[in-house]
Nanobody, 120 residues
Framework: QVQLVESGGGMVQPGGSLRLSCAAS????????MNWYRQAPGKGRELVAEISTTGTRNYADSVKGRFVISRDNTENTVYLQMNGLKPEDTAVYYC??????????????WGRGTQVTVSS
């Protein structure tokens, strides 16, 4: 089992910044692919950013150039630095961990989410 706890959400004005953190426990963190998802009111959950076990990063087009995902394997924590926030970034942000057991056997773990609200 992997336990994930997010923190760092809040309310910010457009153009502002926030840093989300996700602390993981219960597994070898360095072997987990870590992702940030978000879900806005009335919309489906979307992948925002991912970071592989080797540090390769991928981003949704909507956040490229504004958000940065990083991980600290010594602290078992993944971060999402969000700059230039826009009202459309308002959502609940979820931390996700993907654990690969075999090529065909993977498990997904989720945090409870943290609210990010961008409003003037």
């Amino acid at each position: 089992q992997v336990q994930l706890v997010e923190s760092g959400g809040g309310m910010v004005q457009p153009g502002g910044s926030l840093r989300l953190s996700c602390a993981a426990s219960g597994s070898d963190f360095s072997k987990l692919v870590m992702n940030w998802y978000r879900q806005a009111p009335g919309k489906g959950r979307e992948l925002v950013a991912e970071i592989s076990t080797t540090g390769t990063r991928n981003y949704a087009d909507s956040v490229k150039g504004r958000f940065v995902i990083s991980r600290d394997n010594t602290e078992n924590t993944v971060y999402l630095q969000m700059n230039g926030l826009k009202p459309e970034d308002t959502a609940v942000y979820y931390c996700n961990a993907m654990k690969t057991i075999t090529v065909t056997q993977k498990y997904a773990y989720w945090g409870r989410g943290t609210q990010v609200t961008v409003s003037s």
